[in-house]
């Protein structure tokens, strides 16, 4: 009686099919990555503009001026509190200026992601709020304690108009990109650092109507 042979896979077979499938993954990871990149700038920005927007209903209904605030690198900034350079450059919050107090705890990017000072655009009626060209984005705000310090922001007034540079009628845009902050938490100084090119996403403030969008740059 002749003995049926067994079906299934050779050794050979199984080592091609496993070489295949890791070749397949590999080819996979970088678009799973830029995925992974995306949805976090995606949903660092909606929450920026989420926050915005209930500033500016708060000043609004409060009569209220409101700030965002943005720590940002500055060595007095951090003086009295070493540990705070973590936020710089990656955290917001809503200051009430009648009430003289943050509104709630500070809110932190997901990892991997900050927000870009140096950004341009060709969009001549965008600017960067950090830019050191616009000293009105800057207002006294007491941080981290109840010492005052010269700190980025943006305002909104009782009318839940922004409030605007002297001369510029520029939208104000706030930018996200990859990358991390080295923060000295001895020292209190922060220092970006970025993750190659890539894509920039912004939340842009309309100048003439305070509407507030989201656009890649």
């Not at 830019?131 to 007491?142: A, E, F, H, I, L």
């Not at 902050?181 to 920039?200: I, Q, Y």
């Amino acid at each position: 009686m002749k003995r049926s042979s067994s079906e299934g896979f050779t050794l050979v077979e199984l080592l091609a099919v496993i070489a295949i499938v890791g070749l397949m993954l590999a080819l996979s990871l970088p678009a799973f990555r830029d995925i992974t990149r995306g949805s976090k700038r995606s949903a660092a920005a909606m929450e920026l503009r989420a926050i915005l927007s209930l500033a500016r209903q708060w000043a609004i209904t409060h009569r209220d001026r409101v700030y965002i605030v943005f720590p940002a690198t500055n060595v007095n900034l951090f003086a009295t509190s070493k540990k705070e350079a973590a936020l710089a450059y990656r955290s917001f919050n809503v200051f009430s200026v009648s009430q003289n107090e943050f509104l709630r705890e500070w809110i932190t990017l997901p990892d991997g992601m900050v927000f870009d000072a140096g950004a341009t655009t060709s969009k001549t009626n965008f600017i960067n709020i950090f830019s050191g060209s616009v000293p009105d984005y800057v207002r006294p705000v007491p941080f981290p304690m109840t010492v005052s310090n010269n700190m980025v922001v943006i305002e909104f007034k009782p009318d839940g108009m922004i409030s605007q540079p002297s001369q510029s009628q520029r939208s104000p845009m706030v930018v996200f990109r990859e990358g991390w902050v080295d923060a000295d938490t001895n020292t209190g100084k922060a220092t970006v650092e970025f993750r190659g090119t890539n894509v920039l996403s912004a939340v842009v403030i309309n100048a003439f109507s305070s509407t507030i969008k989201v656009f890649d740059l």
